[in-house]
């Protein structure tokens, strides 16, 4: 039983910043990955950040330079930093988990999403 909640999205002027939060909670014993993706209206969901359990990180082409992946001090929230935002950042934004539950089984878990909107 593990639930995603992302939290941090809004409207935004071009060049701008935002941060999104993503908490997981429930029986989770390990958390080998998490994700932040994106799905702006009519696109195919996007895979853009993941961070490992050694904290190692990779970013997809578009967002490399201006968007950061990271584990907060309870390494049940992970963060994205977004700056130099452009218009086309415009999306829904969402946290994805996979690791293992207390009971031993694995999940692979999404977010409800947080709206990000970045005006010209």
């Known amino acids: 039983q593990v639930k995603l909640v992302e939290s941090g999205g809004g409207l935004v002027q071009a060049g701008g910043s935002l941060s999104l939060s993503c908490a997981a909670s429930?029986?989770?014993?390990?958390?080998?990955?998490m994700g932040w993706y994106r799905q702006a209206p009519g696109n195919k969901r996007e895979l853009l950040a993941t961070?490992?359990?050694?904290?190692?990180?990779n970013y997809a082409y578009s967002v490399k330079g201006r968007f950061t992946i990271s584990r907060g001090s309870a390494k049940n929230t992970v963060y994205l930093q977004m700056h130099s935002l452009k218009p086309w950042d415009t999306a829904v934004y969402y946290c994805?988990?996979?690791?293992?539950?207390?009971?031993?089984?694995?999940?692979?878990?999404w977010g409800q999403g947080t709206k990000v909107t970045v005006s010209s």
């Open positions: 994805n988990a996979g690791g293992r539950t207390t009971t031993g089984s694995r999940y692979d878990l």
């Open positions: 961070i490992m359990a050694d904290d190692s990180t």
């Open positions: 429930g029986s989770i014993f390990s958390m080998n990955v």
